[in-house]
C-alpha cells in the first residue's frame, strides 16, 4: 500500500511546456489575422410565400375582429335634445320611474339650471300660489326643527 502513496516532494518541479520564442509578441497578430474585417450579415427570417400568406391573414382577422367589436358612434343630438318633448311626456317619465322634485333637486345639473332667477321664476310661473306657500311653509318649519 504504500507503493502506491504518492509525496509532493518526489514529483519534479520541472516545467513540461515550453513557449515558442517570441510567441506572446506574435499572438496580437495571429489573433486579429483570424477576426474578419466586416461581418457577414445574414436575415433574420426568410421571405416565403406562405409566411407572407400568414401575415396577410392575421392582418385581415385583426381588421375583422376591430370592426366588428368597435361600436358606432351616435351622432350630436343638437343643442335642445329635448325641445321636442312635450313636458307632459316627461311628468309622465319621471312618475313612471317612481322620481319626485325632490330626488331631482339633488342633481348638481338641476341646481345648476335653478341658479338664475329666470329659471326659477319660469318654473313657479305655472304652480299653484297656495301649493308654493304650503311648500315654503314646511321648508322653513322643517328648518326651524333642525
Known amino acids: 500500500m504504500d507503493k ?4 509532493l516532494d518526489d514529483i519534479k518541479k520541472d516545467m513540461p ?33 406562405q409566411r407572407s400568406m400568414a401575415l396577410v391573414s392575421a392582418m385581415a382577422l385583426i381588421f375583422v375582429l376591430v370592426w366588428v367589436t368597435v361600436p358606432e358612434r351616435q351622432g350630436s343630438l343638437g343643442q335642445e ?6 313636458d307632459a ?22 341646481q345648476k339650471a335653478f341658479e338664475t332667477d329666470s329659471t326659477i321664476l319660469n318654473y313657479l310661473d305655472g304652480m299653484d300660489s297656495d301649493f308654493i306657500r ?10 326651524e326643527t333642525i
Open 4 to 7: 502506491n502513496r504518492i509525496r
Open 17 to 49: 511546456f515550453t513557449v515558442p520564442e517570441g510567441y506572446f509578441d506574435k499572438l496580437p497578430q495571429i489573433i486579429q489575422s483570424r477576426i474578419p474585417s466586416e461581418p457577414v450579415r445574414q436575415p433574420l427570417v426568410g421571405w416565403s410565400w
Open 81 to 86: 335634445p329635448l325641445s321636442g318633448v312635450s
Open 89 to 110: 311626456s316627461i311628468v309622465a317619465y319621471l312618475e313612471d320611474q317612481n322620481i319626485n322634485y325632490y330626488d331631482l333637486s339633488e342633481h348638481k345639473v338641476v
Open 134 to 143: 304650503e311648500q315654503i311653509i314646511e321648508s322653513a318649519s322643517g328648518s
